[in-house]
């Protein structure tokens, strides 16, 4: 059975930076594409990042040039490097895992931005 485990969040002033990772285990395959969601209280959730098996990024408008995805050398791995961090960045974050067209997620994790 796939896992998906994400960690690397906290809390961090406004301008502030973060760096999330996202391990999926259980699986020998390879997946298609890997992304990041976030959720705020009485909002939906949100596209923030996503990578495809190819390498290919798109980002939320409102993180795009602060943000950064990318996948690790471990297979099914993925990271979201947070730069200049705004308040309204504060959410719960989580990490999806396609494989063979079968979404995976993890349980998220918490990322607070206040001074």
């Known amino acids: 059975q796939v896992q998906v485990v994400e960690s690397g969040g906290g809390t961090v002033q406004p301008g502030g930076s973060l760096r999330l990772s996202c391990a999926a285990s259980g699986t020998a395959l390879s997946s298609n594409a890997l992304g990041w969601y976030r959720q705020a209280p009485g909002k939906q959730r949100e596209l923030v990042a996503l990578?495809?098996?190819?390498?290919?990024?798109s980002y939320g408008d409102s993180v795009t040039g602060r943000f950064a995805v990318s996948r690790g050398n471990a297979k099914n791995t993925v990271y979201l490097q947070m730069n200049r961090l705004k308040r309204e960045d504060t959410a719960v974050y989580f990490c999806k895992v396609i494989i063979r067209d079968v979404p995976y997620w993890g349980q998220g994790t918490q990322v607070t931005v206040s001074s």
């Open positions: 990578i495809t098996g190819t390498g290919t990024t």
